[in-house]
Structure formats: C-alpha cells, structure tokens
C-alpha cells in the first residue's frame, strides 16, 4: 500500500508545483482504501488554510458522512505544520505519515503516531519542496 500512496503522492506534489503551489500532498487510508486526496492550493483559493492536510481532511470527512476520522491514516509529503497537526488532532486521525521533515515543528500531539518514512520518494519530495522555493527567490 506504501508505494500506491507514495506514487499518487508524487503525482499530487508534481500537481501543486505546476500550479505555482508549494508542492505538498496528502492522502487518506481508512481499511487500506484512498478515501480522499489533495495538494496545497492557498494561492488558487486565497485561503491560508489550503493546506493539502486539511483539504484532505475535509473530503475524507465528507465521504464518511463524519468529522471523526478516528480509522483512517494520513499520508503527507511534508511534515505538517501546527496548524495543520492541530486539525489531524481534531479530526482524531492517530496516525500520520510523512516523507520530509521540517525544522520548525517543534510540538507533539499527544494520542498520534507520527512516523517518519525516509523512503526512496523521500529525496524526490524534498527535491521539489527545494526545487520550489529557490525558484521563489
């Protein structure tokens, strides 16, 4: 299931970058099935909370007919900002996974497994991430 997630993953991040957005995915597993998935787009929608993690968030609740999230897992490119961990909180998703760390996360949330997955998609996340902002500058 690892490598499904990881390549639409791609997929989403690549769709952010080309839309002039940082390029963050999220996808989310309940059962092993992708129930919703999305990719950063605060400039399109003028919305700071258009982040990948919470637009996920959103469908997958919408799709289940439910705010709690409490059996399904979020997959994300980035590790998420607070915001976005104060959100996966309360949405009750326990566990989330995410490809490339951040230094400016400093808090953990108490009751989520959050699992660092350095995988072989790692290097080419963050290769975008990089990619992205020095063109930025």
Not at 14 to 31: D, F, M, T, Y
Not at 43 to 60: D, P, S, V, W, Y
Not at 77 to 100: D, G, H, S
Request: charge should be positive; hydrophobic fraction near 35%; glycine fraction near 2%.
């Amino acid at each position: 299931m690892i490598n499904k997630v990881t390549k639409e993953l791609l997929k989403l991040s690549k769709k952010a970058n080309s839309l002039n957005e940082i390029p963050v995915g999220a996808i989310i597993v309940k059962k092993n099935k992708i129930i919703s998935k999305a990719y950063n787009n605060k400039n399109k929608t003028k919305l700071c909370t258009g982040h990948a993690e919470i637009i996920a968030i959103q469908k997958a609740s919408k799709k289940v007919k439910d705010w709690r999230l409490t059996d399904c897992e979020l997959y994300v490119t980035l590790e998420p900002c607070n915001m976005c961990k104060e959100v996966i909180r309360q949405a009750r998703i326990k566990r989330v996974v995410y490809f490339v760390k951040t230094n400016f996360i400093n808090e953990e949330q108490k009751n989520i497994e959050y699992i660092y997955e350095n995988s072989i998609f790692s290097s080419e996340f963050l290769k975008l991430i990089k990619s992205f902002f020095k063109n930025k500058r």
